[in-house]
């Protein structure tokens, strides 16, 4: 065993961690039968529900979660209800959308002065502008369990109507994991005087809030998780983790450190192909020394924001192209071990639904479930969280594989780098966009930014 590999375990055995039992976990398949989870938690919460998400859109998935939301607090009127989404995503509409159209904050402001503010739904400004970073936090506590979920609030997450966005869905029952990320928004978050209610009948500008902000920013890349916890290795545990920003990032740090303690096999899903430098030198040094690898990532047709060729094309209709470019460099790269078997490259299709999975699996041991994409965005300006579960005696293994499984049966196996299509491929305004991009070097910005 490498140096490298001991001193990554050794970090990761003293990681002081909350204890789990096996029949407090549990894992859902679908879309659907998350959406089911979330009204029956909704319904049966006592005492708090806290969601963190991206977003809760102003359609009739989300209007359903928010009505029923405000159902459960006339139920039960000392319920304590949260919502955390991002400040600038909830002020305007859908990327390539009308911007004429009313923003989630206004219907928030409608729903609240019809039903009161008994539902607390709150914006957190990660950054200025959007651009620059937003409210990634993932995260939905109904009392003393925790729903972990990469998935927002809308038609297309909840499989409403006939299309859905693949996520992943786990339901975990610690009082102690449940306090401590409950705790984390209340004392690091919507304490601060730059998180502001998007329900209000008015709601500040960033330049009225620009000192708080400041504030905000800072305390948040030095924030953590609290709890007692133990120092376990021989049991399974659970580790919350949050992290912002490129440098002292406690959650990066930790997905690293799982990827250099690898030594058999390690899975891999992220929606999109954009690795971080630092993540790609791992990947390589992994396969160096003869890890497994399998890598599950979208096929282009299943990105968020993939345009059907019979569609007006719009420039951001280019960055699904964009990433399979860097599947396709990344495939001839490492073509040996694609062609030894070592390296296995899964792409994800259903028909017109997308992929949103996200997390690491290693040695069936170490699983991270994250909302983190596993991009530069995601590496330096987003603020993530995610869950570590170690499980040394593999206690979850049966639904790990069950997991794994209903993930794959939707995807075809790349063995050459020829399978994956070229720019030569691609329609004539794509090319000429990716061209164009190359030409004037700004491909590396944008690939910075998402």
């Not at 651009?131 to 369990?145: P, W």
Request: with cysteine; glycine share 6%.
């Amino acid at each position: 065993m490498s140096s490298r590999i001991k001193k990554s375990l050794s970090f990761l055995n003293n990681l002081n961690k909350i204890p789990l039992s096996a029949q407090s976990v549990d894992c859902l398949f679908s879309s659907r039968s998350f959406k089911a989870e979330l009204l029956t938690q909704i319904a049966n919460a006592k005492h708090r529900i806290y969601l963190a998400a991206l977003y809760l859109e102003a359609d009739e998935a989300g209007k359903e979660i928010l009505m029923a939301l405000y159902q459960a607090k006339k139920q039960i009127p000392t319920l304590d209800i949260v919502v955390c989404v991002d400040f600038h995503r909830a002020q305007r509409g859908l990327i390539g959308h009308n911007k004429s159209i009313e923003s989630n904050a206004t219907w928030y402001q409608e729903v609240g002065k019809a039903q009161g503010l008994g539902v607390k739904i709150m914006g957190l400004p990660v950054k200025r502008k959007e651009l620059f970073g937003v409210q990634h936090l993932k995260g939905f506590i109904f009392d003393n369990r925790v729903l972990y979920s990469g998935a927002s609030f809308n038609n297309i997450y909840l499989h409403h109507c006939e299309r859905y966005r693949y996520d992943r869905y786990w339901l975990i029952h610690n009082q102690e994991l449940a306090d401590s990320m409950v705790n984390f928004l209340k004392d690091e978050i919507i304490s601060s005087d730059a998180v502001v209610a998007l329900n209000a009948q008015f709601i500040p500008k960033m330049s009225d809030f620009k000192v708080a902000h400041k504030q905000l920013a800072k305390n948040l890349k030095q924030a953590s998780y609290q709890y007692q916890g133990q120092n376990l290795s021989d049991s399974l545990s659970i580790v919350p983790l949050s992290g912002l920003g490129a440098r002292h990032n406690k959650l990066n740090n930790c997905i690293r450190k799982i990827l250099q303690s690898a030594q058999n096999e390690t899975v891999i899903f992220t929606p999109y192909f954009n690795l971080p430098r630092a993540l790609s030198r791992d990947i390589s040094a992994l396969l160096k020394r003869g890890v497994n690898l399998r890598i599950v990532v979208g096929d282009k047709t299943a990105n968020d924001f993939y345009i059907p060729e019979d569609k007006p094309f719009k420039t951001i209709g280019g960055l699904p192209y964009l990433y399979e470019s860097n599947l396709k460099q990344f495939a001839e790269k490492h073509q040996q071990s694609l062609q030894s078997g070592q390296l296995k490259l899964h792409l994800w299709k259903d028909g017109a639904n997308s992929f949103h999975l996200k997390g690491i699996y290693v040695d069936n041991r170490f699983v991270m479930l994250t909302g983190h994409n596993l991009n530069p965005r995601a590496w330096r300006l987003d603020i993530e969280n995610g869950l570590l579960i170690d499980d040394p005696k593999q206690d979850l293994k049966g639904l790990l594989d069950q997991e794994l499984s209903e993930i794959l049966k939707n995807t075809r196996e790349i063995t050459t780098p020829e399978q994956i299509e070229g720019i030569d491929n691609y329609p004539e305004q794509v090319k000429k966009l990716l061209l164009r991009m190359r030409r004037i070097k700004v491909d590396r910005l944008v690939k910075g930014l998402i």
